[in-house]
């Protein structure tokens, strides 16, 4: 006699599937909420801009000192042109 273990029916995982998504909608609800309320963000940031204006080699942690070399290539004016674009 041999056993036969049942398998889930498509209906169930789909229904598994489902709930676990919405657990973690609901999971990112809270997140939001709470880091709103404990940053004093209304609904998160409107604009972000971000200015790299210095780089040591040797805290290159990231590995990315090729990318930094690249945006030295970058001139100054251009960065200043792009942040104020954006804060416009």
Sequence with gaps: MQLEIPRPSAVATNQRQNEAENCQSKMQDWWDQEISKNV?????????????????DEIDQLGVAQEVITLKLVPLETVTNIFNRLET
């Design 40 to 56: 004093g963000l209304l609904d998160g940031y409107q604009q972000v801009s971000v200015l790299l204006i210095k780089w040591h």
